[in-house]
């Protein structure tokens, strides 16, 4: 089955700076790739996601960006805000026929004012 | 749309008692993910559904977990009898026909 490893698991930045979160999959069938914001005692929730056919996807201070060759795909925040402070799961799902998706581990993120 | 509605948004029970979870998906939604989420083993699918099929149950923890779906908007997931390994956040999910997964507000089950 599909594999994913998500680096760091935490993450200590200060207000302004740039993140990146890592994620690694395993099984070449994986094709679309969503990523979570999970605030304390809270939902997942949907921020950003990308699929195979392309390598980036922006959405104003989110990016992602898919390495197919290297199974490999990162998401990249910018200009970061206390707010931001949560943690961010990533998943790979291979939708063949039928939806099955993996999630990494999650990193938490801390934004310092 | 109102989202994903899950009920109880808490409940506690004693062990040996049956508990029964529930989830009405997002109208028009194909796909219904029930999960478990706890700090030791993080986010955990349990089974999904598709057009009230099950799919994919591999992850249901032991013969204790039963799910069901006896229409395209209503499933529920049912523990019996409980145990207090049982005790975590229990997220439905649901999803339609381009991957995206939306999550509704999860049910903290605490088993003493």
């Known amino acids: 089955g599909e594999n994913v490893e998500q680096h760091p698991s935490t993450l200590s930045v200060q207000e302004g700076d740039s993140a990146v979160i890592k994620c690694t999959y395993s099984?070449?069938?994986?094709?679309?790739f969503p990523w979570y914001k999970q605030e304390l005692g809270k939902r997942p929730q949907l921020i950003i996601d990308i699929r195979s056919n392309v390598g980036e996807k922006k959405d104003q201070r989110i990016a992602v960006t898919l390495n197919k060759t290297a199974k490999h795909f990162s998401l990249h925040i910018t200009e970061t805000q206390p707010e931001d402070s949560a943690v961010y799961f990533c998943a790979a799902t291979y939708s063949g026929g039928y939806q099955k998706v993996t999630f990494g581990t999650g990193t938490k993120l801390q934004v310092i004012p | 749309d109102a989202g994903v509605i899950q009920s109880p948004r808490h409940e506690v029970t004693e062990m040996g008692q049956e508990v029964t979870l529930r989830c009405k998906p997002i109208s028009g939604h194909d796909y219904l993910f029930w999960y478990r989420q706890t700090m030791m083993r993080g986010l955990e699918l349990l089974i999904y559904?598709?057009?009230?099929?099950?799919?994919?149950d591999s992850g249901m923890p032991e013969d204790r977990f039963s799910a069901k779906m006896p229409n395209a908007s209503f499933s529920t997931l049912k523990i019996q009898p409980s145990e207090p390994r049982d005790s975590a956040v229990y997220f439905c999910?649901?999803?339609?026909?381009?991957?995206?997964?939306?999550f509704g507000p999860g049910t903290r089950l605490t088993v003493t």
């Open positions: 559904f598709n057009n009230n099929v099950p799919i994919d």
């Open positions: 099984d070449s069938a994986s094709n679309y």
């Open positions: 999910a649901s999803g339609g026909l381009q991957y995206e997964q939306y």
